[in-house]
């Protein structure tokens, strides 16, 4: 009996010390051998070796390891649109912060914010019922069309101010388009009294039309409400931004709040209703983007991509949500388009299949200076599509020539800070 004991353990021992290890190494998790020095040429999936959180990231934050490939990076291109006047750019007249593009009976269609005064802003203390606070006080919504993109020819107003106490007396703006169900809907910023009084507080009304080109009737009530007190989008809703996913609006908006030094912090926030006319509720996790402005979303694949710039941490970037609430950085650029408003041609389908952009309008602020301020429209064309492939687009490099760099010159005081450092270094000699 013992005899036999002896012979199964040696059999035992033997069978164990020969087997290839049965629990791989965690180096050889996937059976690839592993690597001892990065690649001379990259890797398009992460490769089997120790990394850094650097090669990390490129393989897992990003749709690919080089902006070349990477489906959500892009250029931006830009062309001055024909067929809008603005008085020379005195500051009497002001177009921007324009809807997204919508193509309806062979033809494009845009609505914005539109200032005509007699006077350019005078800010929050000499504004009257004619003088403007600031550049989209006292506007109203127009829309203009176009068979190109490039040309456009102004219709004339869509949204005027309604009769005071009406939501949106003092000022209706930055309007964006839904179509649902066949009819039209312009959500936009419905102010109460003229932005800078306290803050840049609005809430946000909605009128609707069977017709792009209306005649639009306006509900007449907040359709998206200011938070509660002491919530992040207590004051303003801003740049309110509707599409169309899972059977229901998602509209995305901006609030201005404020950090310990009192200055401005931006972030967005999601609110989603079953009918245009609301309740829309907000999403228990806003703010669901933390930087941006004006903030435009499209379609991609089975989530939603986001153009972030202007303000936060992570201005400049392209995100990405795969379930429509939690984003993350899919790309950095630059140059990237003032309140961009995209051509989105899937945007009110509900696709589970979004297909991106290529261009849209945007607008350029402050055209003439701070005592005649006012905007401008402008077209941006990019490559955030799946069905378009333009290399040049594709470019991570935008050169500028030296007097971009230039305009950024040092102030006073900086050549002052500068000074003195340089004296304090010649005391030491
Ligand atoms: C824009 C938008 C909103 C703000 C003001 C006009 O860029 O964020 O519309 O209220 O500035």
Redesign the pocket.
Known sequence: MRKIICVSLLITLFSCSNQKETVPSEMETNHTPQLKHFPQQLPLEKPNKPLSSALHRLYDAYPAPKPQNNELFSQFKYTELKGFDYNNHDGTISR??PSKVIFENGKYYVWY?HRETPTPPQGAKKSTDIIPS???DLAEIWYATSEDGFTWKEQGVAIKRPKKPLVGWRSV??TDILKWKGKYYLYY?GFMEA?GKRG?D?PVAVSYSDSPNGPWTPYNKIVIPNGPKGAWDQY?I??PYPLVHNGKIYLYY?SDFIDENNKWVRMQGLATANNPLGPFTKHPLNPVINSG??TSLFPFKEGVAALVYKDGNEHNTIQYAKDWVNFEIAAISELMP??AAPFVPDAFIDTKDGRGITWGLAHF?NISGWSKFNSKLVRFDCDLSRDVNDHRMKEPRVIHKPDVYYRQGLNKEQRERIAKETATLKSKK
């Open positions: 921007r912060d914010t600031a550049d989209w703006t930055t910023q932005s840049d609005c303003s801003h740049d901006k402005h004006e003032y309140a602020i």
